[in-house]
């Protein structure tokens, strides 16, 4: 069962100013406009995850996420929208300010545990503690992992494939880019675009300290899992490139090129990256791609993490 959340189809635009300027071709597919506040590339994902919640007679929402997460915010919104309760399990450190997605899962009512590294490292021992609790006061709970990155979760980008095909010709796109954190949104792109026929490379900006070989299983993992759901694609391990030299200090901490590329774009060309996702992937798509290529980077959206770290921005 699919829920139509989304405000589709998100435009696919041409950067004119940065193409001239970087000799590259550059399109942007405008995922940071699917909705307002669960904007971005997570209410994709949603749409199967909270219909199959729904479809379960579930009451409660399960997620988790970094203190700033994207994907809880979006799941917090979607949840309340639908009379589902969201819980969500936020990982201490980092930008721990009450301000950005922090304050509006507050603003929403979500509960909000926090754990620490370790615990985080055993997430879904938790979740079963947890859940044992709600379910002991005659809850019926629903878990979603990290960034909605399910086999269910990635059908939402084999979506967003077909919805491209009526924006552009594949066939003239030498490369497709996007962030990669869990790997939901790479998996379904690339098996979306060979389910359908297409050959076009994708190139996954690793935001994350996690190693190449972990997000290749993952996204082998989830491609595999497409199979009950109906789409049965081959997919190699050598097609699966992962960029892993973008992804600055740490998880969710931009580096000074990164803050330089947010500004650079939002002045150039009026878009708004984010400082954990998308500012790392656009600068990793400038610093590959090849003058003269055609090349189409995925907005995955994430600006509210923008204002938590509204001081790296001063002066």
């Known amino acids: 069962m699919k829920l139509n959340l989304s405000r589709l189809p998100t435009p696919l635009e041409k950067l004119y100013k940065c193409s001239e300027e970087h000799g590259i071709e550059i399109l942007i597919k ?4 699917t909705e307002l506040v669960s904007s971005g590339n997570k209410i994709r994902k949603l749409e199967y995850l909270l219909g199959e919640a729904l479809h379960n007679h579930c009451d409660v929402v399960f997620t988790c996420g970094g203190i700033q997460s994207n994907h809880a915010r979006a799941t917090t919104h979607l949840a309340v929208k639908l009379g589902m309760k ?15 997605n922090l304050f509006l899962n507050s603003l929403l009512g979500a509960d909000i545990i926090r754990v620490s590294e370790k615990e985080y490292s055993e997430i879904d ?15 019926k709970v629903y878990v979603i992992p990290e960034g909605g990155s399910t086999s269910l979760g990635a059908m939402g980008y084999l979506d967003a494939v077909s919805e491209m095909l009526l924006q552009v ?3 003239t796109i030498d490369g497709v880019y996007c ?3 869990s790997g939901g949104t790479y998996a379904g792109l690339i098996a979306g675009l060979r389910y359908l026929g297409y050959r076009t490379p994708v190139f996954g900006i690793n935001v994350t300290k996690r190693d190449t070989t972990f997000f290749v299983e993952k996204i082998l993992s989830l491609i595999r899992g497409l199979v009950p759901y109906g789409i049965d694609v ?3 391990k050598e097609e699966i490139t992962i960029l892993n030299d973008f992804s600055g200090p740490a998880y969710a901490v931009p580096s ?3 803050i330089e590329m947010i500004r650079y774009l939002a002045s150039t060309e009026g878009i708004i990256l984010d400082p954990v996702y998308t500012a790392k992937a656009f600068r990793g798509m400038l610093s590959v791609a090849i003058k003269g290529q055609r090349v189409l980077f995925i907005h995955s959206g994430g600006m509210f993490g923008l ?8 002066g």
Request: proline share 2%.
């Open 125 to 139: 021992k938790i979740f079963e503690e947890y859940k044992d609790l709600y379910e002991k006061k005659h809850h």
């Open 169 to 171: 010709d594949f066939n």
């Open 30 to 33: 405008r995922d940071d406009m």
């Open 307 to 314: 204002f938590a770290q509204s001081d790296l921005f001063r």
């Open 256 to 258: 000074s090129e990164d």
């Open 179 to 181: 962030a990669v954190g």
């Open 234 to 236: 081959a997919v190699n």
């Open 86 to 100: 969201p819980v969500l399990f936020l990982r201490e450190g980092g930008t721990d300010i009450f301000n950005g």
